[in-house]
T-cell receptor
Framework: DAKTTQPPSMDCAEGRAANLPCNHSTISGNEYVYWYRQIHSQGPQYIIHGLKNNETNEMASLIITEDRKSSTLILPHATLRDTAVYYCTRHSLNSGYSTLTFGKGTMLLVSP | DAGITQSPRYKITETGRQVTLMCHQTWSHSYMFWYRQDLGHGLRLIYYSAAADITDKGEVPDGYVVSRSKTENFPLTLESATRSQTSVYFC?????????????FGPGTRLTVT
């Protein structure tokens, strides 16, 4: 998605926190920030989303800057199974339906 | 098992043939979506449905037909398959259609048109 910018790849050691950044400087006030991931040969998997406030669930934490121009997905204790492509996307209302657009994402490699 | 399933998982067909990809969800979600994923294009919306008997076009609907007679099923038909429709197809569902509702994806169907 040209409206979000992510590093193409990142490495993380197993057991350490993985911090994945995303720039979405043109996000509008009613657009949510969403994170999905796609493990090889599987369908995209929802992780977390937020509008303004930081969010946490059983999978991850989402930190959104106060100006909403960027966010960081945090996987607190990365495991080998977290190796995947992580997509930061914006969920917009477009002509009456909600649309997701995935860009190239960040390939996270978790190593032993 | 609860969730969203797609069938077949893999399909090879010839140019000009009709192909139907099936999608079934057990959550009674109102919204269902069909996406295709291609290298260099990311994920693109083909069609979506807000409820049974309500469907509408997405970004790339040409060459595809959908129907939704039951809430839980959302089949996608390629009326006359072309090589450009070789892709991985994902079905997704969400409880409602607003931007605060996450989408849940099926495992995908890898379609090859020869």
């Amino acid at each position: 998605d040209a409206k979000t910018t992510q590093p193409p790849s990142m490495d993380c050691a197993e057991g350490r926190a993985a911090n994945l950044p995303c720039n979405h400087s043109t996000i509008s006030g009613n657009e949510y920030v969403y994170w999905y991931r796609q493990i090889h040969s599987q369908g995209p998997q929802y992780i977390i989303h937020g509008l303004k406030n930081n969010e946490t669930n059983e999978m991850a934490s989402l930190i959104i800057t106060e100006d909403r121009k960027s966010s960081t997905l945090i996987l607190p204790h990365a495991t080998l199974r977290d190796t995947a492509v992580y997509y930061c996307t914006r969920h917009s209302l477009n002509s009456g339906y909600s649309t997701l657009t995935f860009g190239k994402g960040t390939m996270l490699l978790v190593s032993p | 098992d609860a969730g969203i399933t797609q069938s077949p998982r893999y399909k090879i067909t010839e140019t000009g043939r009709q192909v139907t990809l099936m999608c079934h969800q057990t959550w009674s979600h109102s919204y269902m979506f069909w996406y295709r994923q291609d290298l260099g294009h990311g994920l693109r919306l083909i069609y979506y449905s807000a409820a049974a008997d309500i469907t509408d076009k997405g970004e790339v609907p040409d060459g595809y037909v959908v129907s939704r007679s039951k809430t839980e099923n959302f089949p996608l038909t390629l009326e006359s398959a072309t090589r450009s429709q070789t892709s991985v197809y994902f079905c997704a569902s969400s409880e409602l259609g607003g931007p605060s509702y996450e989408q849940y994806f099926g495992p995908g169907t890898r379609l090859t048109v020869t």
